[in-house]
């Protein structure tokens, strides 16, 4: 009977892979360099086991390389494992990769029904449903030019929309959510919801948690190739940010040192300029216990430390900072200037220290631009893009940040 109610069924799931210290690329090469074809095996899942009921959504979190991609592709049948079993239960549709299928020189229309048919669908069923692809998609307008002429965030639109249109039992997603405009992320969350409703299974690969627990009933964390927990989002993702925060302390230990080197590669990408009388060494933020983590929830405080170099001295110099969301949409800016902090004069070393308090930014991620000016506005070190932070939230609401409000129906 429990087997019926899963859609998803992983019993001890092995995967690993060969990878090639320095493989040839000819024939001629590999024969005459045959040492050059070593290769060592890297065992990516070592043995996961996971059931997924009927209806339910789950969210696969982990660190870069633990295996969470893996197991998707897994799922969809991408790959295959080296032992252990899957079962899948139902249709399955899938957002593994961006575009993956679209023929670049066929048009938007065409890699409707070429996708679409991919996954399962008849033509006829297809037909029906073109309409309401189109029409999500909002891309009538460019619906029969080439797909290779849209952009990163179109071609997002056109698979989120032929995906969620195929009246799949399961659905699966690899980080496709982080692409796109808010207004449409919106779009697609209030999407999902609507056909996890309807009884549609999904498993969500993603770094963004908050996409987790707003969507999620349970959390798989995966580490190293093993199920390290699971339970409900907010447990996990908590025990997920310990350990990354204690991660992240240990590695800003070990790199202190090595500050010259990051600030001329931000200034080599263009992240990063001014005159250089002072630098901005080392960027972090704290929580309210004053440990180092770049995660919260919204409404918590959080304290923003600037450790910066004097180079030469700085006359009526001003700090300031902006806060962004990953479309590039300015969320909050300030200064000393504007907030009427006394003039000061830098001749030495020091930190700077900005608590924000109770911030109400909604679930995302966020970039931090900070600065170091002088006098009315001339950089000494510009820093765009120094930090990122990520934003959990317990509320359902949508956009960049919560209005705190109340409701007063008639009736």
Not at 100 to 129: C, Q, V, W
Not at 255 to 268: C, H, L, R
Not at 353 to 365: F, M, R
Request: net charge neutral; hydrophobic share 35%; with cysteine.
């Amino acid at each position: 009977m429990a087997e019926i109610e899963n859609a998803i069924e992983v019993r001890d799931v092995t995967k690993s892979f060969k990878v090639y210290l320095d493989k040839g690329a000819q024939l001629k090469e590999r024969l005459l360099f045959r040492k050059r074809c070593r290769y060592e095996e890297r065992k990516v899942l070592r043995g996961i086991s996971f059931s997924v009921k009927k209806g339910e959504a789950i969210g696969l979190i982990g660190h870069n390389g633990c295996g969470k991609s893996t197991t998707l592709k897994l799922l969809t049948r991408i790959m295959y494992p080296d032992s252990g079993t899957i079962k899948m239960n139902g249709r399955i549709s899938s957002l593994i990769e961006l575009g993956a299928g679209f023929h670049p020189d066929m048009s938007g229309r065409e890699n409707i029904y070429t996708n679409a048919a991919i996954f399962g669908l008849t033509k006829k069923e297809i037909d029906a449903r073109l309409d309401s692809i189109v029409e999500f998609s909002e891309l009538a307008e460019f619906i029969d030019n080439p797909v290779r002429t849209y952009s990163s965030g179109m071609y997002m639109r056109l698979a989120f929309s032929v995906a969620i249109n195929v009246d799949a039992d399961i659905l699966l997603i690899d980080e496709i959510l982080a692409v796109g405009d808010a207004n449409f992320q919106s779009k697609c969350f209030n999407k999902l919801r609507e056909i996890k409703a309807q009884g549609t299974t999904i498993v969500i690969v993603s770094h963004s948690l908050g996409q987790i627990e707003q969507i999620c009933d349970r959390s798989i964390w995966i580490h190293e190739g093993l199920i390290k927990a699971e339970g409900t989002p907010k447990e996990i993702d908590l025990e997920y940010l310990d350990y990354m925060s204690r991660k992240m302390q240990d590695k800003n230990k070990k790199s202190d040192d090595g500050g010259a080197e990051d600030e001329e590669a931000a200034a080599q990408s263009g992240k990063r300029w001014g005159s250089g009388e002072a630098r901005i060494k080392r960027v972090r933020t704290l929580s309210a216990d004053g440990s180092e983590q770049n995660t919260f929830r919204t409404g918590e405080d959080i304290k923003l430390v600037l450790d910066y170099n004097v180079n030469k001295p700085v006359h009526d110099a001003v700090f300031g900072f902006g806060v962004f969301d990953m479309n590039g949409v300015q969320c909050y800016g300030t200064n000393t200037r504007i907030d009427k902090v006394s003039d000061f004069d830098l001749s030495k070393s020091g930190t700077a220290e900005i608590l924000l308090k109770d911030v109400k930014l909604l679930a995302g991620e966020y970039m931090i631009d900070v600065a170091i000016e002088r006098g009315e506005g001339i950089p000494v070190d510009y820093y765009r893009q120094a930090y990122k932070i990520q934003m959990l939230s317990a509320y359902g609401d949508a956009g960049i940040a919560r209005i705190e409000h109340t409701w007063n129906l008639q009736r």
